[in-house]
């Protein structure tokens, strides 16, 4: 097949759905990773296939766990027959305070957005080499480099997710893969309606931005997509913060 594939995981609604509909938008044909959810999965194909003439692939895949990440790659050698871009978005987590969270927190949430992001990346870079090299990006957040209420665990995972960029990066340039992170502020998606404080958040991140407003799906969609074109080439290992110069202010 002359169009290439992109594979994001959660890719079926938030920020997964918005860096979606942009590598739909320039011509890419779709694996879309899903845990939960079929209904809004279906919608979401149904409508980035009729909208821009794509091929979308859904599969259903707990990325916490080894042997269905393999299914999910393997589900796109055998429709698609190659791979070019790997976004890694899908994410879980328990919002806690420190003195609050348990082991199996601990574990749910590094298995999700760490352990995944590194055998998943290894899963894409075998299909990658095979068509001479492609482009991996991983979703972080700021909670990776700063102490946010009740966000111990995932930032934990977060600053994972972005030391393992780093590593993936370098081990990965002989294969012709760039790899890069893009790191938002406050998105209001569905998933940050976990966050006990979730108005706060928002209302904070609208008032002191000095872009004059949040962050919204589409700019992290935009700074993901540059990174995987060849303008950003050598940009490798980084983590791009997207978040209209909120994190620049002194508390």
């Not at 979308?56 to 791979?83: D, M, P, S, Y």
Request: proline share 3%; charged share 25%; aromatic share 6%.
């Amino acid at each position: 097949m002359s169009k290439k594939v992109a594979l994001i995981t959660g890719g079926t609604r938030g920020i997964g759905k918005a860096i979606a509909s942009k590598f739909a938008s320039e011509g890419y044909h779709l694996v879309l990773n899903f845990m939960r959810k079929k209904k809004d999965a279906e919608q979401t194909k149904a409508e980035l296939e009729e909208k821009y003439g794509v091929q979308v692939l859904i599969v259903k895949a707990n990325v916490g766990e080894i042997e269905q990440i393999r299914h999910l790659f393997a589900e796109t050698k055998a429709t698609f027959g190659r791979l070019d871009v790997f976004i890694n978005n899908a994410a879980s987590g328990v919002q806690r305070p420190l003195m609050e969270i348990e082991e199996h927190h601990w574990d749910w949430t590094q298995n999700i957005n760490a352990k995944a992001y590194l055998f998943a990346a290894q899963e894409a870079a075998r299909l990658m080499e095979e068509n001479n090299g492609g482009a991996i990006v991983a979703l972080s957040s700021l909670g990776s480099i700063r102490a946010l209420p009740n966000y111990v665990v995932v930032g934990v995972s977060k600053a994972s997710v972005e030391a393992i960029t780093r590593y993936l990066a370098v081990e990965l340039a002989p294969k012709g893969i760039v790899v890069n992170a893009v790191s938002g502020g406050a998105v209001d998606t569905d998933a940050l309606k976990h966050f006990p404080n979730r108005e706060e958040l928002l209302e904070t991140a609208k008032k002191r931005n000095p872009a004059g407003r949040i962050v919204e799906p589409e700019d992290m969609a935009e700074a993901v997509y540059f990174l995987c074109t060849p303008a950003a080439s050598m940009i490798r290992g980084q983590t791009i913060i997207v978040d209209g110069g909120l994190s620049l202010l002194a508390e």
